[in-house]
């Protein structure tokens, strides 16, 4: 049913939540899994359009993605990791199309009052951005 699932990873515990979830999806379905995290920053955000070097908080989520890429091929899963940067969920939706996947499975909070009022949520944009199904698994809060 679901042959490509993007998995966005925020580099936080709650990553684990999606991920437990997402090992026994696409095991089930034999899915191969895209992970990806964008990374939101001030360089991160105008890397392209100033011809900048990764920063350091880059060169972390970039190890991280591959630590658990690894994780994730070492178990026998067909994994692939992309780190982007910009707005969070235009990066996720945009990735989504260009990597073919066809289910996005992230991990959100759940509400937290006024910061969602003003801020707003990566998930809430992110369903308005793309045509492709989100599933969206509770972290606990720790």
């Given at each position: 049913m679901y042959r490509r699932i993007l998995v966005p990873l925020e580099h936080s515990p709650s990553d684990e939540a999606?991920?437990?979830?997402?090992?026994?999806?696409?095991?089930?379905?034999?899915?191969a899994l895209v992970l990806i995290h964008v990374?939101?920053?001030w360089v991160a955000r105008n890397i392209r359009e100033l011809d900048l070097r990764e920063s350091?908080?880059?060169?972390?989520?970039?190890?991280?993605?591959e630590q658990q890429c690894g994780r994730l091929t070492a178990e026998g899963f067909d994994a692939d990791a992309v780190l982007a940067?910009?707005?969070?969920?235009?990066?996720?939706?945009?990735?989504?199309?260009?990597?073919?996947?066809?289910?996005?499975?992230?991990?959100?909070?759940?509400?937290r009052?006024?910061?969602?009022?003003?801020?707003?949520?990566t998930a809430t944009a992110?369903?308005?951005?793309?045509?492709?199904?989100?599933?969206?698994?509770?972290?606990?809060?720790?």
């Open positions: 999606i991920l437990a979830h997402v090992r026994v999806l696409a095991r089930r379905l034999g899915s990374a939101d920053g350091e908080e880059m060169r972390e989520d970039r190890a991280y993605l940067g910009g707005d969070p969920a235009t990066e996720i939706a945009a990735a989504a199309e260009r990597e073919g996947c066809d289910l996005i499975a992230m991990a959100t909070h759940g509400h009052l006024l910061e969602d009022v003003v801020r707003g949520s992110l369903r308005h951005q793309t045509k492709i199904p989100i599933l969206m698994v509770r972290a606990e809060k720790k």
